[in-house]
């Protein structure tokens, strides 16, 4: 057995927190930093990325991650999110099972690309699904934990 020395973490066990960032996280470096919430969500995410990479978190990546950074219309932030989903453990394919749970997250009231990654999220096994938008937090309700990266940062034990 591995225990990193700074950490305790056994590094032969899989860690406990598979994360779930959407695209509002992963962009929020780039928003405007003058205001206080986006800087603290952006310490906030740069503390999440050091977790993940210091493996003790996994990250998820989606099909939706790269089917909206396709749609960034910013070459700088399109290849830092690039970068970023390049640490992920984990990456999940698009299934029927998905496809049926993000449509009954729609009916639900999701917009649709927030349907599609909470069933993604919910696919991988995700343990948080972190987010800046404060509107999908408020109406999701189940398993997963949906929380600003403030919040998940801040709850850590």
């Not at 994360?19 to 969500?41: C, G, K, M, T």
């Amino acid at each position: 057995m591995k225990v990193d020395d700074l950490t305790g973490t056994n590094l032969d066990q899989p860690n406990s927190m598979h994360l779930y960032l959407d695209n509002s996280v992963l962009n929020r470096p780039f928003d405007d930093q003058r205001q206080p919430r986006i800087w603290l969500e952006t310490l906030s995410f740069s503390l999440v990325l050091t977790l993940i990479e210091s493996r003790e978190a996994s990250l998820i990546h989606s099909p939706i991650h790269d089917l909206e950074n396709s749609r960034n219309p910013f070459p700088i932030r399109k290849k830092w999110v690039e970068k970023c989903l390049r640490l992920a453990a984990q990456r999940v394919a698009l299934s029927d099972s998905i496809k049926k749970r993000a449509f009954a997250l729609e009916q639900s009231g999701f917009k649709s690309l927030d349907a599609l990654h909470l069933a993604f999220a919910e696919a991988a096994g995700a343990s948080h699904f972190l987010t800046c938008d404060d509107r999908l937090i408020h109406l999701h309700s189940g398993q997963i934990v949906v929380q600003t990266p403030v919040t998940f940062i801040t709850n850590l034990n």
